[in-house]
């Protein structure tokens, strides 16, 4: 098992930025490629991006090229969404998930494991 927990969000203002992390437990030795998905209200939980175990191969969602950066940190177990010139429309619950192997996938339900969401808010 891999406990996921995001943390981060808050509120903030349009062309703000905000750095989401992503901390993982427990079985943390084996490889695991992981990506970010966010859910508005009354719609779909949607890609946003995802990074290879290695950290190489990166994945975004078009409207998030430019403008968020994804990264990781193996050694502290840690994944970052980096998020610069937020508008309101990115408004959402953040999750973070986990998929056991080394790809990255833009798919939910090929996650083997998701964090609790953290909250992102944009004022116009």
């Known amino acids: 098992q891999v406990q996921l927990v995001e943390s981060g969000g808050g509120l903030v203002q349009a062309g703000d930025s905000l750095r989401l992390s992503c901390a993982a437990s427990g079985r943390t030795s084996i490889n695991y490629a992981v990506s970010w998905f966010r859910q508005a209200p009354g719609k779909e939980r949607a890609f946003v991006a995802a990074?290879?175990?290695?950290?190489?191969?990166?994945y975004y969602a078009d409207s998030m090229k430019g403008r968020f950066t994804i990264s990781r940190d193996n050694a502290k177990n840690t994944v970052y969404l980096q998020m610069n010139s937020l508008k309101p429309e990115d408004t959402a619950v953040y999750y973070c998930?986990?998929?056991?192997?080394?790809?990255?996938?833009?798919?939910?339900?090929?996650?083997?494991?998701w964090g609790q969401g953290t909250q992102v808010t944009v004022s116009s």
């Open positions: 990074i290879s175990w290695s950290g190489i191969t990166t």
């Open positions: 998930a986990a998929r056991i192997g080394s790809s990255p996938t833009t798919v939910v339900d090929s996650q083997n494991y």
